[in-house]
């Protein structure tokens, strides 16, 4: 168990929808990062946030959205959904800034179906 | 292009039998990390190499960098079942505060 916890597990929506994946890092994590992974593109980066500040950004599309709150967990939102959104958002946490010392830290992920 | 290169894409062995996947950067790395997804679920994180010419052993799995070229090896001795799944890299290419990961390595591991 990485102490990473994600919810929901799994989540099935039609195209045009709106959806919400909660993200809670391990214990004493201030850094959050988001990523997706698909079939075709692989575990592509989407953005991270360290102490509720959002520290730096990949391949993520204006329609995702993403926060950090006070408690430090975080929230993806995905909005306008299409079919190709469907894949598995992962959320990760490491204790530093920077990675130098501390790994990443996975959680089990969301699976997002698009119908 | 992938910034990080994984080979093999996928790998059946017998159990029992030795294998090792590589991983290349195109780019300077700022540290490799290694990573165990079992499919569909989340990414155990293995092992860290900073360092050129490092390398580090957990059970049977071992790992080393070259940063000069710029790749690491993971070696796996004595495979068994329960080492199946997707091993991927991962390294801090930017160095900055993200991972960008190889496309992964599929083994199976025959009993």
């Known amino acids: 168990d990485s102490g990473v916890t994600q919810t929901p597990k799994h989540l099935i929506t039609a195209t045009g929808q709106r959806v919400t994946l909660r993200c809670s890092p391990r214990?004493?994590?201030?850094?959050v990062y988001w990523y997706q992974q698909s079939l075709d593109q692989g575990l592509q980066f989407l953005i991270q946030?360290?102490?509720?500040?959002?520290?730096a950004k990949g391949n993520i599309l204006e329609r995702f959205s993403a926060q950090q709150f006070p408690d430090l967990h975080s929230e993806l939102n995905l909005s306008s959904l299409e079919l190709g959104d469907s894949a598995l958002y992962f959320c990760a946490s490491s204790g530093d800034l920077g990675l130098r010392n501390s790994p990443l830290h996975f959680g089990n992920g969301t699976r997002l179906t698009v119908t | 292009s992938q910034e990080l290169e994984q080979s093999p894409q996928s790998l059946i062995v017998q159990e029992g039998k030795n294998l090792t996947i590589n991983c290349t950067s195109s780019?300077?790395?700022?540290?490799l990390y290694w990573y165990k997804q079992k499919y569909g679920e989340g990414l155990i994180f293995l092992m860290m190499?900073?360092?050129?010419?490092e390398e580090k052993s957990h059970e049977k799995i071992t790992a080393k960098l070259d940063e000069k070229k710029q790749q690491s090896s993971l070696h796996i001795t004595a495979s068994q079942p329960s080492h199946a799944g997707i091993y991927l890299c991962g390294a801090a290419i930017w160095a900055g505060n993200m991972l960008t990961f190889g496309g992964g390595t599929r083994l199976m591991v025959k009993p």
């Open positions: 780019k300077t790395l700022y540290g």
């Open positions: 946030y360290y102490n509720g500040e959002e520290r």
């Open positions: 190499l900073q360092k050129g010419g």
């Open positions: 214990s004493g994590d201030l850094s």
